[in-house]
């Protein structure tokens, strides 16, 4: 017989009539869930079928390290041996420095993992690094690896974790509610049904004892984000407006948090109900609030949406950034192909527009009339500075096709100042999915190469491009 069934039931508030949730105590879910008055069918007891659109949260980048760690336990030689396995495991802890040992954890532990095979020995990693001497115990850490193993149906080890873990925080109410808000948005992340309901009944149960209102808060925030997170966004609306009841003022978080739950599942419609009441309630649509729109727009080929979208910025005076540049242009099918072979993609914004059909070509007009390349240049007599930091390889592409333009202008501009040097600035690789690896330097240093410029690495300083500024006039000029 099961053990833990979640039956969220949705009754009546005795003082307004609005929807309000009570939870009654938590069994296995073997027997059918009842998730909020909407029943789930065909879902397996602990996972939740995930739909293509998800919220993906930012994947911790593997250090070399971690990298090459996590790559020899996948070797055969320690395939279906257990023994040989944990000595991997204890050998790596032992010999490897802090930094790179919780690198590999929280790797693992990220549903973006890009080991998601091996993450079932991430009970084990722990393990390990719970007899190393600079271990420090972490609640955030717990809620992690608690989720992971209740994605992977392993309860009794994931209960006694979690025991532990109510144990030491308890007594103390604050800390305790932050723990279980990282326990509600780590397994609504790993979609986990079980684990998710659970989190929430004990969530709930705070939220009924407490008087501080930042428990209270920040409980409904967690919430809020979870029910997002396992595509439940008109739960989540239905939490908003309990939190209007008991006094609590939602903030542009919980909307957010909505608008794009709505947008993953392209529901447009809701997700402009929702801009439309942030716009009634006061709530800026700001920069955030309108790339998680585009990113929504992008997720499901809705181009001319996104170029709307776009043009509807300019009446909220929303300025475009780096994000923005990155959400729209991955979304831009023509380009992202034209990227797997950067031996033949075009190397001239003009060659590049010839390529776009007209969807994507609007989408690009938008981008490049914005401020965007301007606060990434620098430029003064000593140095002439493009930084690419923080943009994904389609947004570094066309930054860098519109850079060759505009500084092209300004070189034949008189009055404009010639920097000794100019300096493009790729990164080395240190935030990509494998440290030291960087497809935005990859990228760079073929358009440099084949466009036959002068700029070459820094030696140093191997993230970055230089030459002299003499140099880089008379090849944009000639």
Known sequence: MSRHKALYQMISSSNSGLPRFNFTPPQRLSQGICYWGEELSNVSCTYRTKLVVRCKAGVVPL???GDRFLSSLSSPALAGDPSATHRHIKKFVAASPKSVTLNVLSHLLSDQTSYPHL?????????EITEASWFDWNPKLIAELVAVLNNQERFDESETLLSTAVSRLKSNE???????CNLVESNSKQGS??????ACFRLRERIQRSSSVYVKTQAYKSMVAGLCNMDQPHDAERVIEEMRVEKIKPGSFEHKSVLYGY???GLFDDMNR??????????????????????????????????SWLQ???????PFSIRTYNSVLNSCPTIMSLLKDLNSCPVSLSELRTFLNEDEALLVLELTQSTVLDEAIEWN????????????????????????????????DQKCVIPAEIVVVSGSGKHSNVRGESPVKALVKKIMVRTESPMRIDRKNVGSFIAKGKNVKEWLCK
Request: net charge neutral.
């Open 174 to 180: 604050r800390d305790f509610a932050l723990f279980l």
């Open 312 to 318: 509807k910025l300019k009446g909220f005076n929303v």
């Open 381 to 412: 007599a000593v140095e002439g500075k493009l930084d690419l930091h923080g943009m994904h390889l389609s947004s570094s592409y066309l930054i860098l096709l519109q850079w060759m333009d505009e500084i092209r202008l300004r070189f034949r």
């Open 274 to 307: 929702v801009v439309h009441r942030m716009e009634t309630e006061g709530h800026k649509i700001d920069t955030v609030c309108s790339n998680m729109v585009l990113s929504s727009y992008g997720a499901h080929d809705a181009l001319p949406q996104m170029g």
């Open 119 to 127: 993450s079932f020995f991430a009970l084990s990693l722990y393990s």
């Open 263 to 265: 947008g993953r599942l």
């Open 63 to 65: 250090m070399k390290q």
């Open 193 to 198: 049904i079980q684990g998710f309901n659970e």
